[in-house]
Nanobody, 121 residues
Framework: QVQLVESGGGLVQPGGSLRLSCAAS????????MGWYQQAPGKQRELVAT???????NYADSVKGRFTISRDNAKNTVYLQMNSLKPEDTAVYYC???????????????WGQGTQVTVSS
């Protein structure tokens, strides 16, 4: 059974930092592209950052220079270090795992239950 379990969310003041973690089980973690997505109230879920099995990263323009995604294959865990947080970063953050086939097709999406991040003074 696949499980993605997020942790590390909470309430933080503007300018503060949080580190999210996502522990995976039931998947061959090292072969997956892992990602973080955010969903604010009334909005669609949006990409925050991804990291491929080879370690290549991709970020939404809104978080470049502030957020860093990383992975530890030995621990089956992906992280999102969030610095210089802004009120507009407030959202539920979801962990995602998927594979990219050589054709570019995305398959096997799995999602965690989400963790709330609130940035407010």
């Amino acid at each position: 059974q696949v499980q993605l379990v997020e942790s590390g969310g909470g309430l933080v003041q503007p300018g503060g930092s949080l580190r999210l973690s996502c522990a995976a089980s039931g998947i061959i973690f090292s072969t997956k592209t892992m990602g973080w997505y955010q969903q604010a109230p009334g909005k669609q879920r949006e990409l925050v950052a991804t990291i491929t099995s080879g370690g290549s990263t991709n970020y939404a323009d809104s978080v470049k220079g502030r957020f860093t995604i990383s992975r530890d294959n030995a621990k089956n865990t992906v992280y999102l270090q969030m610095n210089s947080l802004k009120p507009e970063d407030t959202a539920v953050y979801y962990c995602n795992a998927h594979r990219r086939l050589p054709t570019g097709l995305r398959v096997g999406d799995q999602w965690g239950q989400g963790t709330q991040v609130t940035v407010s003074s």
